[in-house]
């Protein structure tokens, strides 16, 4: 168990919708992270946000937005859903600012998908 | 930006055997190569990191080498094991603030 809790584990929705998924970092990380896997495509950078800040973005889309709040739990917003964005996406927390300088712990993903 | 490619996407290999797999990376200024092994259903953890000041770390059964003039490096895994089976992403950073880019992972499968 990494610490790391996502929400909702498993989440099927149509296109054109929007959904949220939630993120709770081990205690004691400030920073979050969102990635994207799609079948072949490995670990798609797409935020950080470190004690509430956004601090990086990576191939996020427009449609996507996150946020993290004073409590240091982390909302991944996706909205105008398209079959495409069928994905999991992961969550993951360290203790410091950046990703490169260590260890980061990945929840278990919340596995979207579009019909 | 940093591209990091790795290779090869599958490998099955015999209960005992070694596996190898291969990353090579774009960004000389990278200088921390994390591998993470993601086990089904499971988000990656990770198994072993090397920083670019050594050519080579080892952990028990695995083991990771760096090659920073080629751009490459590599994951050793010895005496492999069912519980050896997953997904593995190699991946590179230039430190600090800069984001870890991960590779497209390689599937392991480990033969009882």
């Known amino acids: 168990d990494s610490g790391v809790t996502q929400t909702p584990k498993h989440l099927i929705t149509a296109t054109g919708q929007r959904v949220t998924l939630r993120c709770s970092p081990r205690s004691g990380d400030l920073s979050v992270y969102w990635y994207q896997q799609s079948l072949d495509q490995g670990l798609q950078f797409l935020i950080q946000y470190y004690n509430g800040e956004e601090r990086a973005k990576g191939n996020i889309l427009e449609r996507f937005s996150a946020q993290q709040f004073p409590d240091l739990h982390s909302e991944l917003n996706l909205s105008s859903l398209e079959l495409g964005d069928s994905a999991l996406y992961f969550c993951a927390s360290s203790v410091s600012q950046g990703s490169g300088t260590g260890e980061l712990f990945f929840g278990e993903g919340s596995r979207l998908t579009v019909l | ?112």
Do not use: M
């Open chain 2, 1 to 112: 930006g940093e591209n990091v490619e790795q290779h090869p996407s599958t490998l099955s290999v015999q209960e005992g055997d070694s596996a190898v797999i291969k990353c090579t990376y774009s960004d000389s200024a990278s200088n921390y190569f994390p591998w993470y092994k993601q086990e089904l259903g499971k988000g990656p953890q990770l198994i072993i990191d090397i920083r670019s000041n050594v050519g080579e770390k080892k952990d028990q059964r695995i083991a990771v080498t760096l090659n920073k003039t080629a751009k490459h490096f590599s994951l050793h895994i010895t005496e492999t094991q069912p519980e050896d089976s997953a997904v593995y992403f190699c991946a590179a950073s230039s430190g600090g603030y800069q984001k870890v880019t991960f590779g497209t992972g390689t599937k392991l499968q480990v033969i009882p």
